[in-house]
């Protein structure tokens, strides 16, 4: 089945860049739209973003200032870098397949988006 | 920002049935496809329900969604206590251009 696993070092110090790697197994990263989910300490998921094949990104904006989102086909893996970290930004950071749809419905664009496979997550705590 | 509201807590007997809100707006519950996530303490997310009310491959049918308007609902039928979890309901946000998640739900089964 597909696995999906997270990466990266656990600590960061603060004002620096957070990189973290998500190596996709049994899939393709030539498919589907590949996001990054955050959850701070017992608080609830924030999107981040995702990243397409195609070259299409797309980001929350809250973090579309400091988040960058890429696709190495070749090496099936999906990678964030996050910048300018603060203690804020201490969370469990997750790696998610998403399905995305949008289908025009009498002139209007109806989404589907939806994560049906995810990775078990990796810890960042940003502190000096 | 917009928000998806959910209860914090639910809690219900072995058995019995519990239904989890979640209420949005005409930016995303309203046109776009609701989907839950089931998340057992210390462990990642995993897909109940996509597509409001359809379930992935392997998940009961004790599980089961609905939408109606801006709001959205997961019942869980025949509790087990391997039910208890913190549940999230999620929705494409049109001003968000992205996934909005609603806050979580604690399912206690008591």
């Known amino acids: 089945q597909v696995q999906l696993r997270e990466s990266g070092p656990g600590l960061v110090r603060p004002s620096e860049t957070l990189s973290l790697t998500c190596s996709v197994s049994n899939d393709s990263t030539s498919s589907h739209y590949w996001s990054w989910i955050r959850q701070p300490p017992g608080k609830g998921l924030e999107w981040i973003g995702y990243?397409?094949?195609?070259?299409?990104?797309n980001y929350n904006p809250s973090l579309r200032s400091r988040a960058t989102i890429s696709l190495d086909t070749s090496k099936n893996q999906v990678s964030l870098r996050l910048n300018s970290v603060t203690t804020a930004d201490t969370a469990m950071y997750y790696c998610a397949r998403g399905s995305l749809l949008g289908t025009a419905v009498r002139g209007v664009v109806i989404f589907d988006y939806y994560f049906d496979h995810w990775g078990q997550g990796t810890p960042v705590t940003v502190s000096s | 920002q917009s928000v998806l509201t959910q209860p914090p807590s639910v809690s219900a007997a072995p058995g019995q049935e519990v239904v989890i809100s979640c209420s949005g707006s005409s930016s995303n519950i309203g046109p776009n496809y609701v989907s839950w996530y089931q998340q057992v303490p210390g462990t990642a997310p995993k897909l109940l329900i996509y597509?409001?009310?359809k379930r992935p491959s392997g998940i009961p049918d004790r599980f089961s969604g609905s939408k109606s308007g801006t709001s959205a609902t997961l019942g869980i039928a025949g509790l087990q206590t391997g039910d208890e979890a913190d549940f999230y309901c999620?929705?494409?946000?049109?001003?968000?251009?992205?996934?909005?998640f609603g806050g979580g739900t604690k399912l206690t089964v008591l």
């Open positions: 597509e409001n009310h």
């Open positions: 990243a397409f094949y195609t070259g299409s990104l």
């Open positions: 999620g929705a494409w946000d049109n001003s968000l251009n992205g996934m909005l």
